[in-house]
């Protein structure tokens, strides 16, 4: 169910990408940084998932949900 949702959500903005005149190189590597990035998270989160370190994992989302809104009302 996931994997059609991201590929629907992938062929909408096939247009956007094309509209906006990336070559195929930076978009590779902004993939290539986006799973790389994404991957290592994962691999911390359940690192600290494992240890039973949850009081580490609430500042992370502190930090990241003020990030998104700071993002979001300067924008």
């Given at each position: 169910m996931y994997l059609v949702a991201s590929f629907g959500?992938?062929?909408l903005?096939?247009?956007e990408v094309r509209d906006a005149g990336f070559g195929a190189g930076p978009l590779v590597a902004m993939t290539v940084?986006?799973?790389v990035t994404g991957y290592l998270a994962l691999l911390w989160l359940f690192r600290l998932l494992r240890a039973g370190r949850f009081r580490w994992f609430?500042?992370?989302l502190w930090f990241?949900?003020?990030a998104t809104l700071i993002?979001?009302?300067a924008g």
């Open positions: 959500v992938a062929l903005g096939v247009g940084a986006s799973f609430a500042p992370y990241v949900a003020a993002r979001a009302l």
